[in-house]
């Protein structure tokens, strides 16, 4: 439902399967990507989007997601990679990342925001520079240690 007419949009990912006639075709770029060339696009990036599944399954028909709360690892990806980022609303997005990550609701808001910020460049830039430090320590081996620690903690 977003107008991306002027804006230079690629999708990566599995997006590949999308019929002739969806509007979104014509934006992907690329299929599934490995984890340097995604840490390039997101570097190179003037916005990076994190979209949330809205739906449970990829079913047509699925249950809508109603309670999620949590953060994915592409939030902490695009941060940690300095990428400015515009994010679907969840609480741990603004626990984590307050205004530097604005959040929206609706397709004509994530419009707005895209076309804002592109012509705001250096106030973009300006959010994006303190990302980094929001998710510092947020690796795979850390988050495993204070996991391990916790578990540690009950008993061995």
């Given at each position: ?22 509007p ?63 994010s ?34 250096a ?19 850390a ?14």
């Amino acid at each position: 439902a977003v107008n991306w007419d002027g804006v230079d949009f690629g999708l990566y990912g599995g997006f590949g399967r999308r019929s002739k006639r969806d509007p979104l075709r014509k934006h992907v770029r690329g299929g599934i990507t490995d984890n340097g060339l995604t840490a390039a696009l997101y570097r190179r990036a003037a916005i990076g989007l994190n979209l949330y599944r809205q739906a449970k399954t990829l079913e047509p028909a699925s249950e809508r997601v109603t309670t999620a709360e949590s953060l994915n690892p592409r939030a902490v990806e695009l941060a940690a990679c300095g990428c400015f980022t515009l994010s679907d609303a969840r609480a741990e997005v603004k626990e984590v990342f307050g205004e530097l990550v604005p959040t929206f609701e609706t397709a004509k808001e994530l419009e707005e925001l895209v076309r804002y910020y592109l012509a705001h460049p250096a106030e973009r830039l300006e959010l994006a520079a303190q990302l980094p430090a929001r998710v510092e320590g947020r690796t795979f081996d850390a988050l495993g240690r204070q996991v391990i620690e916790r578990l540690e903690g009950y008993g061995g």
